[in-house]
């Protein structure tokens, strides 16, 4: 069992850990549940995003210990990638590439996320991970990964999203908010309660978009789409999942939801 994660923990990794390490006493794995922190550089494509990611080794430890890690391991960027190409690419699958999501605003994410996870798993050599909700492109992504991995099977937990008593997912970027936007983005995840009342997924994007700009961000995108493939939805789909992602403060934010047509 492990649970990959770039550290700056909070209590939504906390939830995972825990997660992890009940799923390992259930199902009996000796290794119980390994915790990976590292900070990859191959899914930043801007520089100065690296350089400014927190870090917190000591606390995460302590946080990994709480929450009943068995073993916490924190590479070096040469331990995970000792050759200097920073080893193969896996193919990426074909949901990384879903239009007008991440892919499109972050070009060679997904890329930089298949390459580590892939790296991890080598590793730690896992039956399973827990990955959270909060990023779902992300979560599809290392699920169609994972069934692939080596000729064998790692089975991906997903873990719903830890949110604050405000409604804005729990995310490493949060500390970054300086006040005025971070009381702003609690505003955020009224997004989702109106689009919730849209008699179409069409009408549901721009209620979406609507709601977050005037929380003050500035909206990537907004866009309601089939859960797992992501593709858009066809003519009259009455279920989705409606993924979004601003800048606030300067601040870059993501956050998903299921979506159901409201009754006529």
Same mark, same amino acid.
Not at 1 to 13: K, Y
Not at 137 to 154: E, K, N, P
């Given at each position: ?5 770039m550290g ?6 906390a ?6 390490a009940?799923?390992a006493?259930?199902?009996?794995l000796g290794?119980?549940?390994?915790v990976?922190?590292?900070v990859?550089p ?5 520089p100065a995003? =690296?350089?400014r990611y927190? #870090? ?5 430890a +302590?946080?990994?210990r *709480? &929450?009943?890690? @068995? ?5 070096a960027?040469?331990?995970v ?7 193969p690419?896996?193919?990426?699958p074909?949901?990384?590439?879903s239009?007008?999501l991440e892919d499109a605003?972050?070009?060679g ?5 298949c390459?580590v ?6 590793i ?9 909700e909060k ?7 290392v699920?169609?990964l994972?069934?692939s ?11 719903p999203?830890?949110r604050?008593?405000?409604g ?6 949060n500390a970054?908010? =300086?006040?005025?936007?971070? #009381?702003a983005?609690?505003g955020?995840? +009224?997004a989702?309660? *109106? &689009?919730s009342? @849209?008699r179409?997924w069409?009408?549901?994007e721009?209620?979406t978009a ?25 003519p ?5 999942r ?7 403060g300067?601040?870059?934010?993501i ?6 047509a409201?009754?006529a």
């Amino acid at each position: 069992m492990v649970v990959p994660t770039m550290g700056a923990l909070h209590a939504g990794h906390a939830a995972l850990i825990r997660a992890g390490a009940a799923l390992a006493r259930e199902r009996h794995l000796g290794a119980g549940c390994i915790v990976t922190i590292f900070v990859n550089p191959t899914q930043f494509n801007d520089p100065a995003d =690296l350089e400014r990611y927190p #870090r917190s080794l000591e606390a995460d430890a +302590a946080l990994c210990r *709480e &929450a009943g890690a @068995a073993c916490v391991l924190a590479p070096a960027v040469h331990e995970v990638y000792p050759k200097p190409d920073f080893s193969p690419t896996p193919a990426l699958p074909a949901v990384a590439t879903s239009p007008g999501l991440e892919d499109a605003r972050r070009p060679g994410h997904f890329a930089g996320v298949c390459q580590v996870v892939h790296r991890l798993f080598e590793i730690t050599g896992p039956t399973c991970a827990m990955f959270g909700e909060k990023d779902w492109q992300q979560l599809q992504v290392v699920r169609a990964l994972g069934l692939s991995w080596g000729g064998r099977r790692v089975e991906i937990v997903p873990v719903p999203t830890v949110r604050e008593a405000d409604g804005l997912a729990m995310s490493s970027r949060n500390a970054q908010l =300086l006040p005025l936007a971070r #009381r702003a983005a609690g505003g955020l995840a +009224a997004a989702f309660v *109106e &689009a919730s009342r @849209a008699r179409n997924w069409e009408e549901a994007e721009a209620t979406t978009a609507r709601a977050l700009a005037r929380s003050g961000a500035e909206v990537e995108y907004a866009a309601v789409r089939d859960p797992l493939t992501l593709l858009p939805l066809p003519p009259g789909a009455r279920e989705g999942r409606i993924l979004w992602a601003v800048r606030l403060g300067g601040v870059r934010l993501i956050d998903n939801a299921p979506w159901r047509a409201a009754s006529a």
